[in-house]
Nanobody, 114 residues
């Protein structure tokens, strides 16, 4: 069973950037991977989907034009480049296959101060 390990989070100020990484323990080349985020008391929400066969990605309106998802299948890794961060982006970020078939990892915490 493929497992994901997220990293790259941290504490930044409004307007700054961060790039998150998500490394899988097995091949991800044939599956769409989705970045999710969750804040306390709220459900986890998908914010960026990076397709399996192409570099095409789809974004939640709240992050569109600020976040860029990408993948390196040779490294079994997906990335989330986050620009112009806002306090409302503060959350724990996770990745998983689009069918959520992998166990959820521990995520990586992103905190954006105003």
């Amino acid at each position: 069973q493929v497992q994901f390990v997220e990293s790259g989070g941290g504490l930044v100020q409004t307007g700054e950037s961060l790039t998150l990484s998500c490394v899988a323990s097995g091949s991800i080349s044939t599956k769409t991977v989705v970045w999710h985020r969750q804040t306390p008391g709220k459900e986890r929400e998908g914010i960026a989907s990076i397709m399996s066969g192409t570099p095409t990605a789809f974004y939640h309106p709240s992050v569109k034009d600020r976040f860029i998802a990408s993948r390196n299948n040779d490294k079994n890794t997906v990335y989330l480049e986050m620009r112009n961060l806002k306090p409302e982006d503060t959350a724990t970020y996770y990745c998983n296959f689009v069918d959520k078939s992998a166990p959820w990892g521990q995520g990586t915490q992103v905190t954006v101060s105003s």
